[in-house]
């Protein structure tokens, strides 16, 4: 048996779903659409605090206990506090938000890209050496492609062909891949929502 409560949050759940979606169709209920979704930007933005919080209050419980890795909870609580501080006397587009940006984010940012550069590399070897046939070398062969025609090869002189095909590759086959990709995650949405407004779903709790 399922608590009043329960029941009780499947109904808004499910109402609030119904009410978004019909929204879209009977002019009528434009504004109560836009209302509802109103209130989850309220309620998302809460959510984040809340998590903000959390993700603060563990990493110093972690640090004040003296658990291993308690140095890097140190620094992301540090971290946060100084940019939340920077943030909050400069503005956003401030010059010590902007110098935050512009030299601790963006080269985290690139060391990150760089060390995911060395592992897609290694786990290329690995995939050659234990298995090697078409797909695998179409694999590397387009990654070969897009990084020769993306590099600054000098030495080689005229590389407009290898530009274009690199060009073509990322334009056409990959752009297929990614939209494939999106639809099918659409596609998920969609029938995770139905499911949700059916009451198969209860991700709210009930």
Do not use: C
């Amino acid at each position: 048996m399922r608590s009043p409560l329960s029941a009780l949050n499947a109904v808004i759940a499910i109402s609030a779903g119904i009410i978004v979606l019909l929204g879209y169709f009977i002019p009528g209920l434009e504004f109560l659409r836009l209302t509802i979704l109103a209130w989850a930007s309220i309620a998302a933005g809460f959510a984040l605090l809340v998590g903000v919080i959390n993700l603060l209050s563990v990493h110093w419980g972690k640090f004040k206990s003296g658990q291993p890795g308690r140095v890097y909870s140190l620094v992301l609580v540090l971290s946060f506090l100084a940019a939340a501080i920077l943030t909050g006397l400069s503005g956003p587009t401030g010059p010590w938000s902007v110098w935050f940006l512009n030299y601790i984010q963006i080269p985290v940012e690139a060391s990150l890209l760089a060390l995911l550069v060395v592992t897609l590399t290694i786990t290329a070897i690995r995939l050659v050496r234990r298995r090697f046939d078409f797909f695998t070398a179409l694999f590397l062969g387009a990654a070969l492609v897009a990084l020769a025609g993306a590099a600054p090869l000098y030495w080689i002189g005229d590389i407009r062909l290898l530009s274009s095909l690199r060009e073509w590759l990322t334009q056409v086959p990959a752009t297929a891949g990614m939209r494939g990709i999106l639809i099918g995650v659409g596609l998920g949405a969609v029938a995770t929502g139905l499911r949700v407004l059916m009451g198969a779903d209860r991700p709210y709790g009930g």
